[in-house]
Each structure stands twice: as structure tokens, then as C-alpha cells.
């Protein structure tokens, strides 16, 4: 077979990476992680290769066992694997599929670690000592690790002009807990002092940026009230005004928060100040300590901080063990590896055969018991892992939670699995789990045919109509397949199907109407659209009001997916299909470059290069069609070089989404279209 000049050097970038001598340092700028790499977190890690000129997708192959299996295909240069085993080798491949046939990859291989390793940072509350430090990793299993590196006497200011902020982030942590607040008050003198509406939130704001750049999640927590109570047995708290800071910045960047100033005031008013006591110790001088914690004090919030954080980051939940008298926790059980035969990620794309075996059925329980009274799913779940008694008890109690959305394939997957495994059992559980989801997906969608991220509504961006992350699109498809009754959907009665057909064309309408319009000419989409005036609106600090370079592509794909298509349809996918080819982007492609100097290890930087294949911008400017990026301050910028490291390497900016819709699909519609 003839190849070009730009599958040679693809391939030859493949050869150098190879497991040898000769390239072994050079693995690092082609693939993350990197060949022979150990130590990789088992909760953190997207694999990312750089991408081939011309390369129309890539073939992603990855497992346990060399050669892995193939995951799939797909167009961006980067895969989730999902939560990895503790003290395993993986195995990955990726084939570059090229106009001129599929370059097969070497595979690479690495090592996780052997634990989920957790940073604390904070002053005294949060110690080992006396605060409630030691009562949170009595809480952990054994394949989790804990550098405590919280000072007495320290805020959120002193903390890092002492160097210990620079400490944490060298320990390599998967995830940091940051508390701060009791020695940010006024009278801690210049060196500690911080005001909490404007620099402690910027000390906040610090610490996100720099443990997302290092590669960790961070969590903030809002302060430990101390034990001062009323005449009337209630906690009487003065640190109120950090605490609503810690929760402003969480909320602005989009972060995990777990409010231990209310948790811990809601305990100690149920409790009242007898008990209250026996959470403190003693000075020197025989009185009471009310802010720090004895071993009591300890244990009991460290189990808030526990049991919130595997709330707030369900990721964690295998590595967060209860007491065994705890209904609350959904752990398996101290040592289980969390990681079952087939994880939700992989869940829809099994043989058929599979969705009848006793594994199906025990995930399908699972599915059932996440979905919520209103009919819908949480995201963020991985619902293949198995629940014991516990876990079934604390599930269950959070059935009337309002948190079913759309987001991130979530109700939207449960839907589909569901209609597999109906299919294959005839179990009337399953069926009965899939209607009621079904009926959520109706009763959420806006009279004007769109549909919000989150149902019950939410008083934030996540009620304007959202394309982000083709969750409008999923939708679509459910609907319009159980409209058709066709697959898996069969099943599905006759007034539901003609609800279902109905709410797909509101929902066709509702695009064709929010497709944006520059000097009277129709282009593409937002990512979300105003749910009332269907304007372009921001969704988070680095997502503004533009046309979308990703999202229009699952747009027009579904709306080339209808059967009869009427000429208002026709005009829309035909606009869109201008507009993504008018703002292709020639001569220009992503490099990954290793950096030692940055967390991580690489950078990713735009350089020229005539040869490259065309790529697009995640974002354009609407009215100018220039691409635009932003970091967490929310500026918008005209090159990813002007954003943060953190966002520059954690946010897909460009990519080739485009390229089989107008290689492959767009014309294969237009011959079809116009055979009719």
C-alpha cells in the first residue's frame, strides 16, 4: 500500500514511541501516559496521543492484557478509561485510521499505584493532632494513603507564604482537601489576616488553579465551627462569612465542596452542649477547648468529611469505608477492588448474549435503584460496581434527592442499558425502570421543545437549553428511537411512542429556531441556548456565548438521522454545513511537548504547519468566526497560549469533530436526500 508523506511521518511518530532503547525518551511527547510509566492515579488519568496529519479518527485499543482490546473509535486524541485498578499494568494502543488505510500504533503499557492518595491542607482543626484529621483516614480503606499536611495556627494567606502549599503540591496527590478560615480572621495580625470577601477567596481561588495544574482534584471545605453555644443550646458561629466564601469560590470554579461549618453546626444543635463537650479538650489550665477536637471530636467530623466527600466525588466511594454499623456508606467492603467485570463505561457495548447473564441483571438492579422518584439518574455514577447492604440503604435513601439530569450521558445511558436488558430477560422490573425514565425525559423537555441539564430545574446556567456535550442530542436519540419502537424499543406502548415522536419534533423545531443568525445568514449553534429568548448563553467561566465548533456537529448528524426531512430542516443542516467548513482552520495542529517545568510534565501548544489536517475551534466568536479560549478568570482570549496551564491541557479547544460529517456523512445524506 502507497502512503503519503503525512501517514509516513505519523508513522514514524508511532515507531519512535515504541518500547525501545532507542526512543525510550521520547515516549513523553507522544503519549501521556507515559511508556513504562508507574505510579499512574487509578483516578485521574486520560490517555492522550498527539494527533496524525491526516488522520480521519483513531482506533483506541486498551486493557489489562497485551494486545488490549479495542474500546473503539473516535476523532479527539484523548480517552477516558474510567477508574483504574490499584498495582495493575495497562496496555494501550491507539491505530490511526488514514485516507489511505489504518496505521496500527506499538503499544504502550504503565503501572498504577497502589493507592488513591489524599492531601490534606489547613490549619489546626484539620490535623492529626486535634482536629478531625485522624477521624477521616480511619475512615479510609486500605488502598488509600493520607499526607496530613494541615499547620497549626496557619490561613489560607501564611499557609502558602511559608511554603507549605508548595510541599503539597509535590506529594503527587490524586486529591487535596484545602480548610481555611479560623486563623483568617480579623486579630490573627497582617501575616494571617484575610478578608473574606476579596483575599481569602483569592487565596482560594489560588490553591484550585495550582492543585488542578499539578493534576489533582481539589475539594474545599468549608471551616469546623467552634463549640460556642447559645443560652437556647444552639451554636452561635462567627465564621459564617468564610464559610459562604469557601462555597462562592467552589461554585465560580466549579469545584467539589464539603460545607463542614453546617454539617458540623447541624450535629452539635442536635446534640446539644453536654454533648458538645465531649468533643473538646482540655488547656492547660483546666478550661475547655472549643475549637479543637478530642478523639470523640475527631472521629465524628472526620466521618462528616468522609460520608461528604464520597457525595460529592462519587469516584471515591470504594476507597471510603463506613463503620460497619453505618447505613450511609456505598462501599463494598474494606479491600474490594473497585473496579467490576464490566465497568458502566462499557456497559452498551457488549454482545448481545450478554445482556441476559446474571452480570446484566446485577447492574440493571443497580440502575433501578439509583433512578430517582422523578424517574431520572444522577450523573458521575459508576452504577456497574455492586453495592452491599449498606450501600443498597444509603441509595436508597437518596431516592427523593433532586439531582437527575442529562449531563454526561447521564439518564440518557440508564435508558439504553435497560432496553438492552429488558430485551434480553423479559423481567418486568426492567421494563417498568425504563418507563418511568422514559416519562422523566417527556416531562422535562420545555414547552418549546428544548431541554435543561438538570430536571427538576435549578436556579443556575444549567436551566438554559443544553446542546454541551450533546446531551440534547442523546435525548433526541432515545426518543426518536422508542417514537420508532425499532431495536431494543419494541416493547415500548403505543401512547408513549407517539409521545415520544412528538416531543422529537419539538424538539426539531426547537433547533431550527436556535440556530444562530449572523447578517441574515444561518450558522450553527451555542453550546446552551437561553431556555425562553433561545439566545447563545454562558455556561461555566470559560464557556461563553459562541458557535460552536463541537456541539453543531451532533446537531446536524441527528438531523440528517430523520427520514423525511422538510425544506426549513434541509436549509439548516445545509447552512451548518457551510459554516463548519468556512471556519476550518488549515496550516495549524496541537502539539503535546514535554515540559518538565510544568505539572504533568507536557504543555500543549498550536504550532504552524502547512501539512497539518484541518482542525476546528471548540468556540467561535459569533460575528467575527474567530476561535476563543478562556481560563477559570472567565477573559475570553484569541490564543490558547494566553489561558492557564491547567485549562490549556484539560480542555478539548480544538479538535477534528467535524471531519467524517463532511467527509463521510454529510455527502452519503446529500446522495440519499436527493434520491428520494
Known sequence: MRMGRHVLIFALALLLSAPSALAADQDASVAVPRHGAADVSLINTTLTWPAGPDAISYNVYFGTSSPPRLRGNQHGTSYDPGPLDFATAYYWRVDAVMPAGVIEGPVWTFTTRATVRFVLVGDSTVTDDSGWGRGFTARLTSHSSVANLARNGRSSKSFIDEGHWGSALAQGADVILIQFGHNDMPGKGADRETDPATSYRTYLAKYVDEARAAGARPVIVTSLARRHFTGAGTIASDLFPYADAAKAVAAEKDVPVVDLHAASIALLDRLGPKAGDAFGILKDDGTLDRTHLSTAGSQAFGAIVADELR???????????????????????????????????????????????????????VVRLYQRSTGGWPKNIDMATPLGAAGRTAVEAARSDMDSTIDNGATTTQLRFLALVYGATRDERFRESFV?????????????????????????????????????????????????????????????????????????????????????????????HDEVTLEPRKARAYEHPSLSGCESVGIVSFLMSLPAPDAATVSAIEAAVAWLRQVRLEGLRVETRPDAALPGGFDRVVVRDAAAAPMWARFYEIGTNRPIFSGRDGAVRYEMAAIEHERRVNYAWYGSWPEALLEREYPEWKRAYRNR
Open 436 to 528: 418511568a425514565g422514559l416519562d422523566y425525559l417527556l416531562a422535562a423537555q420545555y414547552r418549546n421543545g428544548g431541554w435543561p441539564q438538570y430536571f427538576p430545574l435549578r436556579d443556575d446556567y444549567s436551566r438554559h437549553i443544553t446542546f454541551n456535550d450533546d446531551a440534547m442530542v442523546r435525548v433526541l436519540e432515545v426518543l426518536r428511537d422508542a417514537g420508532r419502537a425499532v431495536g431494543p424499543y419494541s416493547f415500548v406502548d403505543a401512547p408513549r411512542r407517539g409521545r415520544a415522536s412528538e416531543a422529537v419534533a419539538r424538539g426539531v423545531r426547537l433547533i431550527l429556531a436556535a440556530q444562530v443568525h449572523v447578517k441574515d445568514r444561518l450558522t450553527a449553534w451555542c453550546a446552551q
Open 311 to 365: 457525595k460529592a466525588l462519587p469516584v471515591l466511594a470504594p476507597y471510603i469505608r463506613p463503620p460497619a454499623n453505618d447505613p450511609r456508606s456505598g462501599a463494598a467492603g474494606p479491600g474490594s477492588r473497585p473496579s467490576p467485570a464490566v465497568p458502566w463505561n462499557r456497559c452498551l457495548d457488549q454482545p448481545a448474549s450478554w445482556y441476559g447473564s446474571a452480570d446484566a441483571v446485577r447492574i440493571a438492579d
